[in-house]
């Protein structure tokens, strides 16, 4: 593997992927939206050959996601961008003369995850991204790795927009505010970003295929987390669980680990850990809303 291609390169987890990449020596081909991208691409708009014409990859790395909601709007965003593009990805892999692809899947195509056994279209869009992927590279006799992650967060704040409730905790936290958080159903299970990153790395190396749920050991419901945060940065302010609001509903992570015992790897960072770095990165005040009532 001595050069490959991220699609998503924009996104938190796309960014840290080349970071460790090119930490490895490993030359990436920047692939989004962004005039700044090597090659520009918009999943949900015609694909231009040429525009790749001079760029070759062993490897495709598909981090690129929409994050709609299961209204019309949100479903059809989920739809054009997650499952209808993974045909502009095949596309794009035939011009780099590609057939290994490693996509970032989710938990939530996970089909017992909820009580209700019921897949949100996010979930589905992305399931469905996975079996085009799939049947892509079977068709040319290449190789399909899926790693299902659970919840993403990072230590520069980025992952506020797709995870608010984790963003909330470390501002209230942060700055000693009090924070009236709903009450939970249950466990939630969250990975920092660099260790998705690395595990995508080390199975595009190992040629691992399928689908494969990537959960940390470690689940905590939201209240656990925030008596962590609160613990860690010692500014005052209380939790206070607030039986009016909606609590957080119950969701079932399954407890799969084969993924490390087949890629040989083990996960360093515990909640307590990456609230830490958090706290020494000096980064915290990215973090929020500041909008609970």
Same mark, same amino acid.
Request: charged residues 20%; hydrophobic residues 40%.
């Given at each position: 593997?001595?050069?490959?291609?991220?699609?998503g390169a924009n996104?938190?987890?796309?960014?840290?992927?080349?970071?460790?990449?090119?930490?490895?020596?490993?030359?990436?081909?920047?692939?989004?939206?962004?005039?700044?991208?090597?090659?520009?691409?918009?999943?949900?708009?015609?694909?231009?050959?040429?525009?790749?014409?001079?760029?070759?990859?062993?490897?495709?790395?598909?981090?690129?996601?929409?994050?709609?909601?299961?209204?019309?709007?949100?479903?059809?965003?989920?739809?054009?961008?997650?499952?209808?593009?993974?045909?502009?990805?095949?596309?794009?892999?035939?011009?780099?003369?590609?057939?290994?692809?490693?996509?970032?899947?989710?938990?939530?195509?996970?089909?017992?995850?909820?009580?209700t056994n019921l897949?949100?279209?996010?979930?589905?869009?992305?399931?469905?991204?996975e079996q085009i992927?799939?049947?892509?590279?079977?068709?040319?006799?290449?190789?399909?790795?899926?790693?299902?992650?659970?919840?993403?967060?990072?230590?520069?704040?980025?992952?506020?927009?797709?995870?608010?409730?984790? *963003?909330?905790?470390?501002?209230?936290?942060?700055?000693? @505010? =009090?924070?009236?958080?709903? $009450?939970?159903?249950?466990? /939630?299970? #969250?990975?920092?970003?660099?260790?998705?990153?690395?595990?995508?790395?080390?199975?595009?190396?190992?040629?691992?295929? *399928?689908?494969?749920?990537?959960?940390?050991?470690?689940? @905590? =419901?939201?209240?656990?987390? $925030?008596?962590?945060?609160? /613990?860690? #940065?010692?500014?005052?302010?209380?939790?206070?669980?607030?039986?009016?609001?909606?609590?957080?509903?119950?969701?079932?992570?399954?407890?799969?680990?084969?993924?490390?015992?087949? @890629?040989?790897?083990?996960?360093?960072?515990?909640?307590?850990?990456?609230?830490?770095?958090?706290?020494?990165?000096?980064?915290?005040?990215?973090?929020?809303?500041?909008?609970?009532?």
């Amino acid at each position: 593997m001595k050069t490959v291609a991220i699609v998503g390169a924009n996104s938190m987890l796309g960014k840290t992927l080349a970071v460790q990449l090119g930490q490895q020596g490993i030359t990436v081909i920047s692939v989004g939206r962004s005039k700044n991208n090597d090659i520009i691409l918009d999943l949900v708009k015609p694909f231009h050959y040429s525009i790749c014409a001079n760029y070759k990859a062993d490897v495709i790395f598909h981090c690129a996601s929409a994050f709609g909601d299961d209204t019309f709007e949100g479903t059809q965003t989920n739809f054009l961008t997650n499952t209808i593009g993974s045909l502009n990805v095949l596309k794009l892999m035939q011009q780099l003369e590609c057939v290994h692809v490693v996509y970032a899947g989710s938990m939530s195509s996970y089909p017992r995850l909820e009580a209700t056994n019921l897949l949100s279209s996010y979930g589905l869009s992305k399931a469905q991204a996975e079996q085009i992927l799939e049947w892509g590279m079977k068709r040319k006799e290449g190789l399909f790795c899926s790693l299902r992650f659970s919840q993403l967060y990072d230590t520069e704040g980025l992952c506020c927009h797709h995870q608010p409730w984790f *963003g909330r905790i470390i501002a209230y936290a942060s700055r000693g @505010l =009090d924070l009236h958080l709903p $009450a939970s159903k249950g466990k /939630r299970n #969250f990975l920092h970003v660099s260790e998705a990153a690395c595990l995508m790395i080390l199975s595009a190396k190992a040629h691992i295929t *399928g689908c494969w749920p990537v959960c940390h050991y470690e689940s @905590l =419901d939201t209240t656990e987390m $925030a008596e962590l945060a609160y /613990r860690e #940065f010692g500014c005052g302010g209380q939790i206070i669980i607030d039986m009016k609001k909606k609590p957080f509903r119950a969701i079932f992570f399954p407890e799969d680990l084969s993924i490390f015992e087949r @890629l040989q790897h083990k996960l360093s960072i515990s909640m307590a850990q990456g609230i830490a770095m958090i706290h020494q990165s000096g980064f915290a005040e990215n973090f929020g809303p500041l909008d609970v009532l």
